[in-house]
């Protein structure tokens, strides 16, 4: 069965310092992984994904996430934080086989201080 | 954005009245999805359609139904609302093409809460 941890509720960094939410994953087969954010009060938008391509994935707005299967992570990374970048974050592995059923991790709130 | 609408955007009801939230897609999406997120528990999928006429449940679908009678509406019913049902409801489209690997798109949410 796939699942998905992040590991922090909640990360708190400096405005221009580099930003690191950590995701593992547990999966029996290749898996599907998404990053989502969530501003307050909004929808989710889709950061980035990963489907077995390029290990190293380039998202919107200056994040990154790098696949790596011998440590079962998708780690979300940004060099610099940006005020904006204040939200909510969600890690989530597809269910495969399952038409596209998402498993979404508990998420991790993001602060940005000034 | 993808157009997603969702409505009612905010509703307050009681114990064991019947509610129906209704989700539109605009996008001709084959899939939709409704998810409930609660704190400390991200999203979780209460059921999801494949098709027209055709739903299934997803990990916490107990006290809630759908129907889907058109590609662009999926309806979630609350048959009697408990307390318990409080929640923020997302519906989400994708479009099939690429099981497992489809990016899903969500709407902006219904702010449910039951007294």
């Known amino acids: 069965a796939q699942s998905v941890t992040q590991l922090d509720s909640h990360v708190s960094v400096s405005e221009g310092t580099p930003v690191l939410l950590r995701c593992n994953y547990s999966?029996?087969?290749?898996?599907?992984l998404f990053w989502y954010v969530q501003h307050p009060n909004k929808g989710l938008q889709l950061l980035l994904k990963y489907t077995s391509a390029a290990t190293l994935v380039k998202g919107i707005n200056g994040f990154e996430a790098e696949f790596k299967k011998s440590e079962t992570s998708f780690h979300l990374t940004k060099p610099s934080a940006h005020m904006s970048d204040a939200a909510e974050y969600f890690c989530v592995v597809s269910v495969r086989g399952s038409q596209g059923n998402l498993i979404f991790g508990k998420g991790t709130k993001l602060s940005v201080k000034p | 954005d993808a157009g997603i609408t969702q409505s009612p955007r905010h509703k307050v009801t009681e114990t064991g009245t019947p509610v129906t939230l209704r989700c539109h897609q605009t996008e001709n999406h084959r899939y939709m999805y409704w998810y409930r997120q609660d704190p400390g528990h991200g999203l979780r999928l209460i059921h999801y359609s494949y098709g027209v006429k055709d739903t299934d449940k997803g990990e916490v679908s107990d006290g809630y139904s759908v129907s889907r009678s058109k590609t662009e509406d999926f309806l979630l019913t609350l048959e009697s609302a408990t307390s318990s049902q409080t929640s923020v409801y997302f519906c989400?489209?994708?479009?099939?093409?690429?099981?497992?690997?489809?990016?899903?798109?969500f709407g902006p949410g219904t702010r449910l809460t039951v007294l």
């Open positions: 999966s029996s087969y290749s898996p599907s």
């Open positions: 989400a489209i994708s479009d099939g093409t690429r099981a497992g690997t489809d990016t899903q798109y």
